[in-house]
């Protein structure tokens, strides 16, 4: 059976990156990383890219006249390489029609919270400022929305009184390690079905 090929958008660290790479490498995930496309030439996550010989490219936005011509390099990187499935890792802009459009219920982000409480940029400080118990981390498809599409895994962490951002942001990272991961390979075994807002884990065929 023919592999499914990831192309990965990180505008970062790409640990969650490095996460996804090591699980197609040692076969856990039946996928290969075919491209890894960032709008941060010092990304580190291109970094990452080439260290295990991972296509690595650069997009700068500034060199296009706007979202829609960007993201249409985009597109065009991610067919170059054959993309089946895009995996947002840390990218910082909203994907626009242009992306979803080319690949409609093909792309995924990792958020750092419990959708749909603390939606945006620092999903953790917002956590810890508003003092709530349990966090975690959310793994969905992409919609037109920030943070709005349907949800494929969650996984909660404890939030503790004391903490401080990096605090919980390094507990949560933890289980985004493993739930990231996990999502990209239902994809790649063809066990996730979609159905409105819900998603369905298929166990052997079944839900
Ligand atoms: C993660 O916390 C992820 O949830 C958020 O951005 C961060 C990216 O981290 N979307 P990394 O670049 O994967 O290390």
Do not use: W
């Amino acid at each position: 059976m023919k592999k499914l090929r990831v192309g990965v958008l990180a505008s970062g660290r790409g640990s969650n990156l490095q996460a996804i790479i090591g699980q197609c490498e040692s076969g856990d995930i039946p996928a290969t990383v075919a491209v890894v496309v960032s709008d941060k030439g010092d990304a580190f996550a291109l970094e990452r890219a080439r260290n295990h010989s991972i296509p690595a490219v650069h997009i700068h936005p500034a060199y296009y006249s706007g979202r829609e011509e960007y993201e249409g390099r985009i597109v065009l990187e991610m067919q170059e390489y054959g993309v089946d499935l895009i995996c947002l890792a840390g990218y910082m802009l909203l994907v626009g029609k242009t992306l979803l459009e080319a690949f409609p219920g093909r792309i995924m982000n990792i958020h750092p919270a419990l959708l749909p409480s603390f939606k945006g940029f620092h999903a953790q400080g917002q956590a810890v400022a508003y003092g709530v118990k349990l966090s975690g981390c959310t793994v969905h498809f992409v919609d037109e929305g920030m943070d709005t599409g349907p949800i494929i895994l969650q996984a909660a962490v404890p939030v503790y009184p004391d903490d401080l951002e990096d605090d919980l942001s390094a507990r949560i990272l933890e289980q985004e390690h493993i739930i990231y991961p996990r999502a990209v390979r239902l994809y790649a075994e063809g066990r996730l079905r979609v159905d409105g807002r819900k998603v369905f884990v298929l166990r052997d065929g079944k839900e």
